[in-house]
């Protein structure tokens, strides 16, 4: 989510959003994911190149308890709505509940910017499984798909915000609103679910994310999904109470996890993996939070706890060529309240960027915190002086922070400067990828290895003294020794053939 003082710095039409990818198409053929084109959606005969009818959702809402099933490709024409929510200041008028069977597949229509929003007080059941993911994705084939080729998954609920109102619109004005009282709320169930090649503008400058959550209530389970490619954001939560775990954002445009307008969740194994070749104009992080677009002190503050997360931002050697618009493994601005724990973020130009004279004072105040999390592999370590690398890469506090509070780690003798160290003849790296943990195929296209190398440091030190609501464990990052990602993740939707 960007206000109107960042609008400007974005690219202002589709096309050149798109452009950033150019790059990327000659990396695809190089590695035989086929080219990458513009050309018109691939004409498909149902049952003959297919698993059997598509099925056409059209534009309108859903009023009736409705089941899709697996046997079926169903296609996204337009905004399709589940319930009728049709004023900001109103009640829902009609609330019903889609269904959506494990292994079941939902294209999304290009031209028309195919969407599914959940309205509120409707519900959606999409109950996949490791072994038959539920899967939202492009209607084109293999070699033609784009960021952006569809519209993405909105859910809406009456959980708190913090806009003066209480209910709001969600950006891009396309008749989804989110807001209420009652931070219980149920909008159903999302696991085991894959969202990919989303975030199609609904207008200049306003794009749909992967997956946007705006005031979704604590009833709701989020686990196991994973967006891909999005041209957004990957995941936005605008208020809310839900919490969730098992999430990857996997090589999106935009920023991994964008959290703001109050929004107070606990989050807890979360991938974020970056295509070092794709950043948005506006900039784009791992982390990217705020109070809400102006900084002010509106209530509630968002401040969700997030514990076990791995950002990579995608400088796997000292010469791997970022796009210059990367920006933070985390951008913690506008008066944000955030705190993050066990966690381990690497690859970015900057570590953690605390901005703005509001949030800083959160740190000072202990109501910011970053605590035994690994930050290593940036040419930066932070903002206004909350964190710097020193020469021989130990660990520098702000003068004025009391020990314990901003930025801290207990890895002080972890040498950052050796972290990207000169890869060999065969472009393999060195030790120090032992040092730090995580398996160099993280950085590359293919099925990575997630769960840390043998010795890292992350499978220890790991605290959760000042936690309620999180799985205690010993490692910090998002994986210890078992890879939760196996079965349902999908590294190769590029390739992946879903209808035939």
Known sequence: MKNSQTTNARKSDFMQRLAT????????????????????????????????????IQAG??????????????RLNGYVRVGTDPVVTGQPTATATLT????????????????????RGSK??????????????????PGLREPGDWGGVVICGFAHNNLPSGVGELEGGYGAFYGGTNDDDNSGELTYVRIEYAGIPINPNQEVNSLTMGSVGRGTKIENIMCSYG???????????????????????????????????????ILGVRDPRAADQSGSNGFEVDNDGDGSTN??????????????????????????????????????????????ITGYPNGIYIDGSSTVQNATNNELQVKNTILAGVDRWGGNGYGSASADGSVAQHPNAPRGKALTTNQADFDINAWFMAADKNNQML??????????????????????????????????????????VEYRGAFGTVDWTEGWAAWDAATREYLK
């Not at 839900?242 to 109050?262: E, S, T, W």
């Open 21 to 56: 990818y150019s790059k990327v198409c000659f990396i695809a053929l190089a590695v035989g994911l086929g080219a990458c084109k513009d050309d018109d959606v691939e004409e498909i005969t149902p049952g003959v190149d297919g698993p059997g009818e598509i099925v056409e």
């Open 231 to 269: 041209l957004d954001d990957s995941f936005e939560w605008f208020g809310g109470t839900v919490n969730a775990k098992n999430l990857i954002a996997y090589r999106g445009l935009d920023d991994d996890f964008d959290m703001d307008a109050g929004y107070t969740g606990r989050l807890q194994f």
């Open 61 to 74: 809402n859903i009023t009736q308890n409705t089941t899709w099933t697996a046997d079926k490709i169903y």
């Open 100 to 119: 959506i069977e494990p292994g079941t597949v939902i294209i999304g229509d290009r031209e028309s910017k195919g969407t599914l929003i959940i309205q």
């Open 299 to 344: 209530t509630p503050f968002t401040a969700p706890q997030v514990s076990n997360a791995t950002i990579l931002g995608g400088k796997a050697t000292t010469a791997t060529a970022l796009h210059t618009q990367f920006q933070n493994g985390a951008h913690l601005r506008r008066n944000t309240k955030i705190k993050i724990y066990n966690s381990f």
């Open 431 to 472: 030790a120090k990828w032992q040092d730090a943990g995580i398996d160099g195929s993280l950085f590359e296209l293919g099925t990575p290895k997630v769960t840390p190398t043998a010795g890292s440091m992350l499978m220890s030190g790991a605290s959760f003294a000042e936690l309620t609501g999180f799985e205690s």
């Open 124 to 141: 959606i059941i999409a109950k996949g499984t490791k072994e038959k993911p539920i899967v939202f994705t492009s209607e084109r084939a």
